[in-house]
Structures are given as C-alpha cells and as structure tokens.
T-cell receptor
Framework: KNQVEQSPQSLIILEGKNCTLQ??????????LRWYKQDTGRGPVSLTI???SENTKSNGRYTATLDADTKQSSLHITASQLSDSASYIC?????????????WGLGTSLAVNP | DGGITQSPKYLFRKEGQNVTLSCEQN?????MYWYRQDPGQGLRLIYY???????QKGDIAEGYSVSREKKESFPLTVTSAQKNPTAFYLC????????????FGPGTRLLVL
C-alpha cells in the first residue's frame, strides 16, 4: 500500500534554532516528492519539489533532501523564525504523474517559541 | 493580482441542505482540484478537473458534486447525502494535470448547525 509517514508528529523549538523533519514513503514507482507549508487555517504553500535524480534542494532557510534508495526525505529549517510555526506536509506522487495519485502525509506540526 | 480564491471563509449548513463552495482562479491553470482536510488526516481528493467541461471523481466523491463550465471556476456542492460534511475544504489548481505543483486557495470551513 502506498503510504507517506512523517515524524515527529509535532515539534517545539526555540526561535533561532535549527530543526529537521522526516518523511518516509513506500510509494512505488516514485515520480517526485514535495514539501508544503500550511499555516493554521490557510491553504498549503509549496516549498520544494524533488524528482528521483535530485538529492537536495533549497528554498531560503528550507533545505530538503531525498534518498530515493531508502525512500526517505528530510526538511531542514535553519535559524527558525516565529513565522515558521506551521504544519509541514510531505507529498509523494507516483510514476504516472497523475495528480489523482498524490499521497499526502499527515504533516508535522512545528511550533517556534520566542 | 493573480491567485486562487475561495468563498466564503466560513459556511454553515442546516440539516438536509445543499451548499455550494466557490473556487476561482486567474492563473490560467487548466487543472483544478477539491480536497477535504479533517483533523489528524491527510488531504483527501474529492474531485478534480483537467479541462473545461470535464471532471473526475477522487477518493471521496460520494455526497459531493462539481461543475467546470469555465476555466476559471470550479464550484463544489456539498449535498444532503454527505452525512459528515464538517471539514476544511481546499481548492487547488495547477498549470497542467500531472506532476505540476498545485497552488491552493485559503480554504472554506464548513460547519453543520
């Protein structure tokens, strides 16, 4: 069964600290993996998208990594800010690229405290 | 100012009533989607449309209906057949159906009176 599992479920860090969120998937065959940020009560916003051949991709203070062999991805946030408080969702699509086949993780809820 | 808009932000439904959620985009995207988000669950696809006058059921289409008469608009009707409609509804669009990144609206929260 195609699944996307994220850990931890929730995380609290102090402003200025770094953190890493994990995503493990069993989707096969794999097409691409996206990380979205969702503020409370808002729609998700895309942070990064990576295909099979990409190992790392950065978007400002956000850096995503992908290991297609172990089917793991991580999202590293550097020098966290209060505005980073949100849910971070990992989404994997299969080889067909069919948006109907997007597998959404449950997200990691991040709270950045002053 | 390009983007995708949803209205209303909050919507209340009475027993046995149909309600329609609006979704409009001016991004010139061909594909549009409706998702439902419940606490503790990932986004679930209700319906999607790859082109005007065509749409396909997603994973949880029962109790919902859609139309795609214009490229810019993809309204979702929550019918009385949907017995548990309380949720956060998200509309999204993408340039093409496929591996494209989806752009989401701000969402509509539907509550049952």
């Amino acid at each position: 069964k195609n699944q996307v599992e994220q850990s931890p479920q929730s995380l609290i860090i102090l402003e200025g600290k770094n953190c890493t969120l994990q995503c493990n998937y069993t989707v096969s065959p794999f097409s691409n993996l996206r990380w979205y940020k969702q503020d409370t009560g808002r729609g998700p916003v895309s942070l990064t998208i990576m295909t099979f051949s990409e190992n790392t991709k950065s978007n400002g203070r956000y850096t995503a990594t992908l290991d297609a062999d172990t089917k793991q991805s991580s999202l590293h946030i550097t020098a966290s800010q209060l505005s980073d408080s949100a849910s971070y969702i990992c989404v994997v699509s299969d080889f067909s690229g069919n948006n109907r086949k997007l597998i959404w993780g449950l997200g990691t809820s991040l709270a950045v405290n002053p | 100012d390009g983007g995708i808009t949803q209205s209303p932000k909050y919507l209340f439904r009475k027993e046995g009533q149909n309600v329609t959620l609006s979704c409009e985009q001016n991004l010139n995207h061909d594909a549009m989607y409706w998702y439902r988000q419940d606490p503790g669950q990932g986004l679930r696809l209700i319906y999607y449309s790859q082109i005007v006058n065509d749409f396909q059921k997603g994973d949880i289409a029962e109790g919902y209906s859609v139309s795609r008469e214009k490229k810019e608009s993809f309204p979702l009707t929550v019918t009385s057949a949907q017995k548990n409609p309380t949720a956060f509804y998200l509309c999204a669009s993408s340039f093409l159906a496929g591996a494209e990144t989806q752009y989401f609206g701000p969402g509509t929260r539907l509550l049952v009176l």
